[in-house]
């Protein structure tokens, strides 16, 4: 997907992210402490791999759908957690500079997108990305 925008790199980290956070979070209810002590004590992946086998994960779906025009790319990612409080992630916070998670949301509205915004409980997010041609989006 990140190949259709005009900063495939930048497209591609922004994406990731919310794509990861959809999954790990919201199909698998993994929560942010949760991470942080899987990582922390090496068995994250043992706990992605275990909880892709558990009933209650198993059909769990992210979708995405996409919509491009003149002005910009706009990106709806949904998953089917119970969502989360996500306005704390929108800006660096040095209290979790050293975690070894919860950057992903800043990056991917830093790097990634020109405007990102989540809907309702926090299982959905629009990340938009204006094109050279949009005149609202500030640039040449």
């Known amino acids: 997907m990140s190949g259709i925008c005009p900063n495939p790199e930048n497209s591609y980290i922004g994406l990731r992210e919310l794509l990861v956070n959809a999954i790990e979070h919201g199909s698998f209810g993994i929560t942010y402490d949760e991470k ?39 990106f709806l990612i949904k998953d089917e957690g119970s969502g989360f409080n996500w306005r704390p992630y929108l800006e660096f916070d040095f209290t979790r500079a050293f975690d070894p998670n919860g950057r992903g949301i800043f990056m991917a509205k830093t790097l990634g997108f020109d405007f990102l915004e989540y809907h309702g409980i926090g299982n959905e997010v629009l990340a938009v990305i204006y094109t050279k041609n949009s005149v609202s989006q500030g640039r040449d």
């Not at 558990?54 to 790319?73: A, Q, S, W």
Request: proline share 3%; aromatic share 12%.
């Open 36 to 74: 942080s002590y899987l990582k922390k004590n090496d068995a994250w992946d043992a706990e992605l791999k275990r909880r892709q086998s558990l009933p209650e994960y198993i059909g769990k779906y992210v979708t995405v759908h996409f919509k491009r025009n003149e002005d910009e790319i706009r």
